[in-house]
């Protein structure tokens, strides 16, 4: 713990463990400026550098990009594979795993190692990984790099510790499991076709042992070949050769038949008896045409056979097969049940399906009862178990990006009754006509840990809808959805005046501001507008309000310093559409041909009463203006506060203050106004010039060091921008000169001293540019609650004037001893209940004091101010600036909060160059410093977002939200945090055979994998065919593992393995030896016998 008594008067350089001073540039501490004043502070810093910690923890959505699936049917979980290499492992709810190959590259195929706690993936990079599932956070074990061949398929047997490894030369190696070594066994594709055949078979696209004999291997080749391997024999059974390609294969269960999907929209039943020819071939979708011919039909790119004990009749399920014939419809998984066929559309192409069956073994009556079906961007799973085949409700929150997420915003610990008040107003509109069953993937153990609080995530998103999650203990569930645009007229395509400004997505959402407790909301649209809404618990007919603002000021126009000398001009109280005052005068170059649009809005309010249902309700709509055939510019900063009753939001025009309560606009004025006599800048002179702003997802400011070129877009959801992220840069300190427009770019209300000589805080409205300038808006508010509805709200002139280092990102005040002081607000009350003669509705506000004791209160307040570049803390009403630190001189910071952490309170910044950091308060120290994502994009620089207890969140995808904790103590309570994916479950034995089955099924059960893939028999495969790399799960990884039992099993299988590896390498080592022995003895021999009858003189 570190203590500072900071005298103003007399800064001192700090000395470890004593009272910290005024540190020089570039040392641990911001830098202080030492201005005269008999004020002390006095601050007890607590945080240090090893309270912080960066590592990610869950992830939430849909994984992006899917490519594979795979299901453990013991132990019930689900595995999704990306193409950009991660891997979700999904449970019952709570159990939810994110692993990624630090490759990155796609995974092809998943395997799961049934009820082992192991996974097996193939990536695109031809490598092969065993993950170890044993532990919450799992980690691979061993990989396999093919060097020679590329991995098209593979398939592991239940209860086989051998893997069949199919490449694209047609060839299939067999890899051992627990050593993660390739066998000598290899079955090659010029062996397995007959000699004759003048054509490569292509690569593999199917392996399955018969499900009669386990030493049969049915090997499936692309181009129609398929053969059945006898392992034992080394040859092959019988060969096909069908004229379609085949694209995948699936048993019956008592091995006598198998069927195959077709490129042609085919399935074939192939007869084990008789294979000279198909034993019958069906084109499920193909229909007889008029003139005799089939309709040409898609290929089936997957089918599944699956027997049932209640039906003699078996489950073929397939994906494609559709006609071409039949434009514009939609993909379809196909269920065939006897004489039935049911297609089920999907909103999205079939990336995978799988059958859910009773039973691991191949060989007994497979039972499904239910299918997942993996699409590009949803998870279904439909139940088998009933006729109409329903849909399983999903538990996962894989609907994130069901329109594209443009915002965010993160609030932990919150009132502890808003999560059960949003979600029993949401599940009112929740979906039905889901199976009654409960959701079959189920495994795994979670439960609530003990370091859990309120947390709301809201989305906005990019068709103008709202969505408030429930994000509490690592979960994250929908609660309630808002739908903005119900506040607006649908516009007619290709009409409507937001067509001229955005030309799709009108209604998108740029930002949000909620306040929990007082549950009021805030929405800013992308067509310059803003919607309040206030909380009921009952419906009501209501007229939507709206205002229609005209913040329209070119910052090229001719201005001087002495232009601006006059008092600000404010609207008068009670016009719901105000004009300023000063007009600006507009030169003959940049008028607009008549017919122009003057004085619109970009959308069209309803203008009658509305039904809303109980929830958030739409009470007041800001929409700026047209002015002279230019669009409003988009709104770039808001914020509201409850106890006051007001809303401020600026653009790159100027600034704006609402009185919501009088539904009245009070300050309307361009930024240059705003400074009066105290501009900081000189402007020159210079020649009027209209410039078009594009809109954009992020508001990106320029500064006064830096000019900003960014590629933008016309639509915050479009894809083409989510990996530009340049910014080119100057050096010019004087780019005022140059063609830039003064934007607001934050806003802050609170209590606070608008002047030096104020002896008591009163309402304030900070204000941030992107210049650098900070300013100091006094407020006047009645108190009286009957007078604050009908007396105007005073704006005094700007108070104090500040300078930072680029863009202004965010403010925050402290008290005296360093503790966080709140923002005032009015408790919520609910305008729609019925009227209590008895106890009338009132303002409740609630109001937080710089400081506890009123001795203190009259000492002022910390003010801490964080823009691109750099941040400063001032002391209030001084105006004294106590430290400055400058955050980053190579980049800039994207986000930037004031934070709660360890009852204590810090800075934390974002940067455009991935680093994450945090700095002490007030002295602004570095704490932790983490080059987290060197890659950043628009998509995470626009969503990116701190909170209290050491959380921040982003759109990792445009699917998937990646929530990160750079707390220690969050680190250190993960594990108990996170779900155990593997819980011990007994293997279900195998059925009764019976004794004739058994007597004449085959010697399945005899069959010894080991006997002829072990070493022994088969020999070492060659060492430039394949890689092995061991893999960072071994004992280290276990050391988190869960403890008991499990864990200490694992940590022996884990031991043993690393064991067994050892040897392997040992035994290598071993032969090398003994085969340079036999060389040395073999020469030694021969030169014996070369010189054997040899005189000595011979020599």
């Not at 940067?911 to 950091?917: Q, R, T």
């Amino acid at each position: 713990m570190k203590k500072f008594r900071k005298v103003l008067d007399g800064l001192t350089t700090s000395s470890p463990g004593g009272t910290i001073g005024s540190p020089s540039c570039g040392s641990a501490a911001g830098t202080p400026t030492s201005a005269p004043t008999p004020r002390e502070i006095d601050v007890q810093e607590t945080l240090a550098s090893e309270n912080f910690q960066l590592c990610k923890t869950v992830r939430h959505g849909f994984p992006y990009q899917p490519t594979a699936l795979a299901f453990d049917p013991v132990q019930k979980i689900l595995a999704i594979g990306s193409r950009s290499g991660g891997v979700r492992i999904l449970g019952r709810p709570g159990v939810d795993c994110f692993c990624q190959h630090e490759s990155g590259a796609a995974v092809l195929q998943l395997q799961f190692l049934i009820n082992e706690g192991a996974l097996v993936t193939a990536c695109a990079d031809d490598t092969l990984h065993l993950w170890n599932l044993r532990q919450r956070r799992p980690a691979v074990l061993h990989s396999l790099k093919f060097n020679r061949e590329r991995i098209t398929f593979c398939h592991l047997p239940f209860q086989s510790k051998w893997l069949y490894v199919g490449t694209e030369r047609g060839n299939t190696h067999i890899v051992n499991i627990e050593s993660f070594i390739l066998s000598g066994y290899v079955i090659m594709w010029n062996k397995a076709i007959e000699l004759s055949t003048k054509t490569h078979p292509g690569p593999v696209v199917h392996l399955s042992d018969s499900p009669k004999d386990e030493g049969k291997l049915l090997i499936g080749f692309e181009g129609g070949t398929i053969v059945q391997w006898d392992l034992r024999a080394k040859k092959a059974d019988f060969r096909i050769y069908y004229d379609e390609a085949i694209h995948s294969a699936s048993w019956h269960h008592e091995g006598k038949q198998f069927m195959c999907s077709h490129s042609d929209g085919s399935l074939t039943l192939w007869n084990l008896r008789n294979t000279t020819k198909p034993f019958q071939i069906t084109f499920p979708h193909g229909k007889i045409q008029k003139d005799g011919r089939k309709e040409s039909c898609k290929p089936i790119l997957k089918v599944e056979y699956k027997t049932s004990r209640n039906s003699s009749e078996p489950f073929v399920i397939f994906s494609g097969g559709l006609s071409y014939d039949k434009a514009g419809r939609r993909p379809a998984l196909t269920i065939m049940h006897g004489k039935a066929m049911t297609v089920l559309e999907m909103d999205y192409p079939i990336v995978e399906f799988m059958a859910l069956c009773e039973t691991p073994y191949n060989n007994e009556v497979q039972e499904p009862y239910a299918v997942v079906v993996l699409l590009e961007k949803d998870l279904i799973v439909v139940d088998l178990t009933q006729s109409t085949f329903p849909v399983f409700e999903n538990p996962y929150s894989m609907d994130i990006h069901e329109s594209p997420v443009t915002c965010t915003a993160y609030f932990a610990d919150c009132p502890p009754d808003i999560i059960p008040i949003l979600y029993s107003i949401g599940a009112k509109h929740k979906k039905t006509g889901y199976s009654h069953k409960e959701w079959p993937i189920a495994g795994g153990t979670w439960t609530l840990g003990s370091h859990t609080y309120p947390e709301i995530i809201i989305t906005g998103h990019a068709d103008g809808s709202i969505k408030f999650w429930d994000a509490s203990a690592f979960t994250l569930q929908m609660l309630y959805k808002l739908k903005t645009s119900k506040v607006f007229e649908k516009p007619k395509p290709g009409e409507g005046r937001a067509a001229d400004l955005v030309e799709e997505d009108p209604f998108a959402v740029q930002m949000v501001s909620w306040c929990p407790q007082s549950r009021i909301f805030c929405v800013v649209g992308i067509s310059a507008h803003i919607i309040l809404y206030r909380f009921s618990k009952y419906d009501a007919n209501t007229q939507i309000v709206a205002l229609e603002v005209r913040l329209q000021c070119d910052a090229e126009d001719v201005i001087t310093p002495s232009e601006n000398e006059n008092n600000p001009c404010f609207s008068e109280p009670g016009s719901h559409s105000p004009q300023p005052h000063h007009q600006y005068p507009v030169s003959p170059g940049s008028r607009t041909p008549e017919g122009a649009k003057d004085s619109v809005p970009c959308l069209k309010v309803k203008d009658r009463v509305v039904r809303v249902p109980p929830g958030y309700q739409s009470d007041l709509v800001i929409q700026l203006l047209w002015v002279d055939g230019e669009p409003p510019q988009q709104i770039t900063s808001l914020d509201i506060n409850s106890a006051y009753g007001l809303l401020a939001f600026g653009n790159c025009n100027g600034l704006a203050v609402v009185d919501y309560l009088q539904k009245t606009v009070i300050l309307c004025m361009s930024t240059l106004d705003l400074y009066g006599a105290t501009d900081p800048y000189q402007r020159l002179t210079r020649s009027p010039r209209r410039n078009r702003q594009s809109t954009s997802g992020l508001t990106e400011l320029t500064d006064n060091q830096q000019s900003i070129d960014m590629e933008r877009s016309k639509s915050p959801t479009s894809e083409s921008r989510e990996n530009s992220f340049s910014r080119s840069r100057s050096s010019s300190v004087s780019s005022i000169d140059r063609d830039t427009k003064e934007a607001i770019t934050t806003l802050q209300f609170g209590e606070s001293y608008g002047r030096k000589s104020d002896a008591l805080p009163t309402p304030c409205l900070w204000v941030g540019t992107s210049l650098g300038v900070v300013l100091l808006i006094p407020l006047s508010i009645p108190i009286d609650q009957e007078e604050r509805m009908e007396e105007p709200v005073a704006i005094g002139p700007s108070g104090a004037v500040q300078m930072l280092k680029g863009s202004v990102l965010r403010f925050a005040f402290l008290d005296c001893m360093g503790v966080l002081i709140q923002s005032p607000y009015e408790v919520w009350r609910d305008l729609n209940a019925p009227e209590d003669p008895d106890r009338p509705r009132r303002r409740k506000l609630v109001h937080f004091s710089p400081s506890s004791s009123q001795d203190a209160y009259g000492e002022g307040h910390l003010a801490v101010v964080c823009s691109e570049r750099q941040a400063k803390v001032f002391i209030m009403p001084l105006q004294t600036c106590l430290f400055v630190h400058n955050i980053t001189e190579s980049s800039f910071v994207l986000r930037a909060d004031v934070v709660s952490v360890c009852n204590s309170v810090c800075l934390a910044c974002f940067c455009a160059n991935g680093h994450v950091m945090t700095l002490s308060l007030p002295s602004l120290r570095p704490l932790m410093d983490v080059n987290y994502l060197p890659l950043t994009d628009m998509r995470i620089a626009r969503t990116f977002c701190f909170t209290n207890g050491g959380q921040a969140l982003y759109l990792s995808s445009p699917t998937e939200i990646q929530r990160i904790t750079y707390s220690q103590e969050m680190c250190d309570n993960l594990q108990e945090m996170l779900g155990e994916l593997f819980t011990p479950i007994e293997t279900p034995e195998a059925q009764n055979r019976g004794f004739l089955k058994g007597f004449f099924g085959g010697n399945a059960h005899t069959f010894d994998r080991e006997e002829l893939f072990g070493e022994a028999a088969a020999g070492k495969a060659s060492r430039s065919l394949a890689q092995h790399i061991p893999g960072q799960g071994g004992v280290e990884g276990m050391k988190v593992a869960a403890g008991g039992a499990v864990g200490e099993l694992a940590r022996a299988r884990i031991a043993l393995d690393e064991r067994g590896q050892r040897l392997g390498e040992l035994e290598e080592r071993t032969a090398l030896m003994m085969t340079s022995a036999e060389t040395f003895s073999k020469h030694a021999h021969e030169l014996m016998l070369k010189c054997k009858d040899k005189k000595w003189y011979q020599f």
